[in-house]
Nanobody, 120 residues
Framework: VQLQASGGGLVQVGDSLRLSCKVS????????MCWFRQVPGMEREFVAGIRRSAGDKYYADSVKGRFTISRDWAKNTVFLQMNSLKPEDTAVYYC??????????????WGQGTQVTVSS
């Protein structure tokens, strides 16, 4: 299983970005998916997750109301729509996937990360 994240870039405060994460290989092994982010010297932080069973979505308090996670099951792709970006959203964003109902930080599969930089 491989996860390929894309869509990062350099934007201004208040701009939007849409990250994508494509699952390839044995995609049936990837049930629930999520996004984390990491700033150098800091621990990886949960951003958003989506459960396949009921489509339930979860968000970190810091991104609620601004970020939206979604998934295209047919294309084995998960998205993170990020609106009203702030400088504190600057980080490397990682997508991850794993078994049903797994804790987000125990996902089996991780993508390589995509850099998001929000300039003020």
């Amino acid at each position: 299983v491989q996860l390929q994240a894309s869509g990062g870039g350099l934007v201004q405060v208040g701009d939007s970005l849409r990250l994508s994460c494509k699952v390839s290989g044995r995609a049936v092994s990837v049930i629930d998916m999520c996004w984390f982010r990491q700033v150098p010297g800091m621990e990886r932080e949960f951003v958003a997750g989506i459960r396949r069973s009921a489509g339930d979505k979860y968000y970190a308090d810091s991104v609620k109301g601004r970020f939206t996670i979604s998934r295209d099951w047919a294309k084995n792709t998960v998205f993170l729509q990020m609106n009203s970006l702030k400088p504190e959203d600057t980080a490397v964003y990682y997508c991850a996937g794993g078994r049903e109902s797994s804790a987000w930080n125990t996902m089996n599969y991780w993508g390589q990360g995509t850099q998001v930089t929000v300039s003020s």
